[in-house]
Nanobody, 121 residues
Framework: QVQLVESGGGLVQPGGSLRLSCVAS????????MAWYRQAPGKQRELVAS???????NYADFAKERFTISRDNAKNTAYLEMNSLSPEDTAVYYC???????????????WGQGTQVTVSS
């Protein structure tokens, strides 16, 4: 019913930047919140940043001052701009969205398949 597709990942040198995109499609009535998570090999998935419809971004400690989350509500798209990347940022980055798909004011979470970000010298 709802699909999230991430893009923008790849290989980048330490200190470099990447901009990830997440496009939601399907039977979307409203997207209450969008977020980025990441999961490194052997580690649990962790929140990177989140943002609600009116803005109000929130960041994990490691993302503050380096990453910026934004969204374009008209395009059902979220972005994550990542700067000053280090090898510790290497992970699969996943998009998450709380989506209303029917007339009832409620939502359920949806996940994308992830995009690989590799920071290596």
């Amino acid at each position: 019913q709802v699909q999230l597709v991430e893009s923008g990942g790849g290989l980048v040198q330490p200190g470099g930047s990447l901009r990830l995109s997440c496009v939601a499609s399907g039977n979307i009535v409203a997207i209450y919140a969008m977020a980025w998570y990441r999961q490194a090999p052997g580690k649990q998935r962790e929140l990177v940043a989140s943002i609600i419809s009116d803005g109000y971004p929130n960041y994990a400690d490691f993302a503050k001052e380096r990453f910026t989350i934004s969204r374009d509500n008209a395009k059902n798209t979220a972005y994550l701009e990542m700067n000053s990347l280090s090898p510790e940022d290497t992970a699969v980055y996943y998009c998450n969205a709380a989506v209303q798909t029917g007339p009832i004011y409620s939502s359920r979470p949806y996940w994308g398949q992830g995009t690989q970000v590799t920071v290596s010298s």
